[in-house]
């Protein structure tokens, strides 16, 4: 069984910074992607950004040049270092990664940013 586990949500003040984890643990053969999606509040999930294995990362526009994804294979962790954050990034927070050739989600940190 593995599990991914989110940290380092809180509340915030506009054009703060936040970092987010998320740690696999569990049976793991091989990480392949690792991303965030969020879900603001009322609205669908949707993605932030993703890194695959070897490091390359994507990201939705609305996060460029603001957000950056990382991760550390050793570790099995996956990072969002959020900057400069706006009301409208307010959402919960979900961790996703392909372990083991399958799908898994976090449970989700909240983000608030206060205008």
């Known amino acids: 069984q593995v599990q991914l586990v989110e940290s380092g949500g809180g509340l915030v003040v506009t054009g703060g910074s936040l970092r987010l984890s998320c740690a696999a643990s569990?049976?793991?053969?091989?990480?392949?992607?690792m991303g965030w999606f969020r879900q603001p509040p009322g609205k669908q999930r949707e993605p932030v950004a993703g890194?695959?294995?070897?490091?390359?990362?994507t990201y939705a526009d609305s996060v460029k040049g603001r957000f950056t994804i990382s991760r550390d294979n050793a570790k099995n962790t996956v990072y969002l270092h959020m900057n400069n954050l706006k009301p409208e990034d307010t959402a919960v927070y979900y961790c996703?990664?392909?372990?083991?050739?399958?799908?898994?989600w976090g449970k989700g940190t909240l983000v608030t940013v206060s205008s």
């Open positions: 890194i695959t294995s070897g490091n390359s990362a």
């Open positions: 996703h990664a392909d372990v083991n050739d399958m799908a898994y």
């Open positions: 569990g049976s793991i053969f091989r990480v392949n992607a």
